[in-house]
């Protein structure tokens, strides 16, 4: 049987910033499912498992840190990788969040989804068994 491709979901509620994202993590081999906002995101997530969450923080109904707070909590989701993307990033407190719920990295926007799409790999591979 074909080893599964790495399973990516990508939360934005910029659609376009979605789809670049999807797209640069479809390149680095992983297949990216796409969330409108964090509510939509973590019923997904309750649904299915992803390898990794790529999120913004900045999002109408749920932000995204409310998301990874809720993803910590439920079942195979404590030491998932996950990658914020956030307009505010001077505004968080950003090791305390790194800290608090294992945030590998934190993207100022405008963020390069090519750096976005290394970062993500980069936190598969560290995080394989």
Known sequence: MAESRMQALVVDDNLALARVTQ????RIGCEATTAGNGRIALDLA????FDVVVTDQQMPE?????????????PGYGSTPLVMLT?????????TLQEE??????FPKP???SEVAAAVQDALTTAAP
Request: proline share 3%.
């Open 62 to 74: 749920m932000t995204g840190v409310e998301l990874c707070r809720n993803l910590r909590n439920l």
């Open 101 to 106: 719920l294992g945030i590998r990295r934190v």
């Open 111 to 113: 963020f390069s989804p």
């Open 46 to 49: 309750r649904a299915r498992q």
């Open 87 to 95: 307009a505010k990033g001077l505004e968080m407190e950003l090791s």
């Open 23 to 26: 797209f640069a993590l479809q």
